[in-house]
Structures are given as C-alpha cells and as structure tokens.
C-alpha cells in the first residue's frame, strides 16, 4: 500500500514538472495535473495541502538533484569542475523535467524570487571563487565568468534545448580553460600566462 501511495505522489510530482517544464508555472493547475497524472484530486489533495506545496515539492526534487551534480563536479580538480558541472547541468536540463521545472520555481512553490536559477548561480559563483582561491589564483574574474556562462546555457536552452549539449560545454570550455589555468605552474615550474 505504501509503495502505490508513494507512485502517486510520484506521478503527481512528475505531471507537475512536465507542466511546467512544457509550459509556464501557470499550466500547472489542478485539472491539468490530476489529468497528467492520471489520479483524482483527492488524490492530489491526500498527498498535498495545495497546488504551491506541489510545485514545492517539485523544487525540492530539482534542488536535490541540482546539488548532487555540483558535488560530484566540484570534487574533481578546480580547473576540471566547472566544465563537468556544465555538461552534467545541460544534461539534466535536457533530459530531467522536474529539473528543468525546478530551475523556475522558488523554495515556497511560487515563480520566486529567488527561484532554484538564482540560488543555482549563486552556489556556482562560491564554489569556483573558493576552488580558484584554493589554488592560489585570482577568483572573482573566473567565478563571474563561469555564472555568465551557467546563466547564458541555461538560459538559451529554453528557446533552443541543443545548448544544453554537452558537447557545446565541451566546446565553450575548450576556449575557457586556458583562463582557468593561466596562473597555474606548468610541468617545468613556470607559470603559465
């Protein structure tokens, strides 16, 4: 029984994000939510206060998944980090609807501010300011260069999903590396400039 109560909730957790992923906020009503997820609005009502505490819990999805992908990116190497959290960002954004639905959402369920986006972007420009100070570079000019290109990515992949291919990440960092290493020693002990 609990197993069946859980895909419910599943199922309206995922018809929700599709709406809005899909769509605007605003499609995310109760009718088209209980018909996506194929469940009555008692249903809905069992499992949920309201349509905001709904979209809440598709934040909350979306945000713990969005924070896994930068934890695994920025163990990696402080130079490697940004690129991975990028692909794996564009990836998500690509294929993962209640990603997508969540980036628009504040924590409360509304349309925000702050919406997961801006809190996304802020945690991105503190980790590369810390990984880059870590490795004794200059932080401010690369952390502000790698939210412009999460926030551009991001942003254009909503009019046009092939920017959230990696291999345009891939791309675009292959130009951007060479930044991120500039003050590093190389293999001989000079520094690269």
Same mark, same amino acid.
């Given at each position: 029984m609990q197993a069946r109560s859980e895909q419910t909730r599943q199922a309206l957790v995922r018809a929700t994000a599709e709406l809005i992923a899909d769509g605007r906020l605003s499609d995310a009503g109760l009718?088209?939510?209980?018909?996506? *997820?194929?469940?009555?609005?008692?249903? %809905?009502?069992?499992?949920?206060?309201?349509?905001?505490?709904?979209?809440?819990?598709?934040? =909350? $999805?979306?945000?713990? @998944?969005?924070?896994? %992908?930068? $934890? $695994?990116?920025?163990?990696?190497?402080?130079?490697?980090?940004?690129?991975?959290?990028? =692909?794996? %960002?564009? $990836?998500?954004?690509?294929?993962?609807?209640?990603?997508?639905?969540?980036? @628009?959402?504040?924590?409360?369920?509304?349309?925000?501010?702050?919406?997961?986006?801006?809190?996304?972007?802020?945690?991105?420009?503190?980790?590369?300011?810390? *990984?880059?100070?870590?490795?004794? =570079?200059?932080?401010?000019? %690369?952390?502000d260069l790698a939210v412009v290109v999460t926030a551009g990515l991001e942003t254009l992949g909503h009019t046009d999903p092939s920017w959230w291919n990696g291999e345009i990440a891939q791309r675009l960092w292959r130009l951007l590396r060479p930044l991120f290493d500039r003050d590093r020693p190389n293999r001989g002990g000079e520094r690269r400039t």
């Open positions: 009718v088209n939510i209980c018909r996506r *997820a194929g469940v009555s609005r008692g249903a %809905l009502y069992h499992h949920f206060s309201s349509i905001t505490a709904l979209t809440a819990a598709v934040y =909350e $999805e979306a945000r713990q @998944q969005v924070e896994a %992908l930068a $934890e $695994e990116a920025f163990r990696l190497p402080a130079a490697d980090a940004p690129r991975h959290f990028l =692909e794996a %960002l564009g $990836e998500a954004m690509r294929t993962e609807k209640v990603v997508r639905a969540g980036m @628009q959402l504040a924590a409360d369920g509304s349309a925000g501010p702050p919406l997961l986006r801006d809190d996304l972007l802020t945690a991105v420009h503190k980790r590369v300011a810390e *990984a880059q100070k870590s490795a004794g =570079e200059s932080a401010e000019d %690369l952390a």
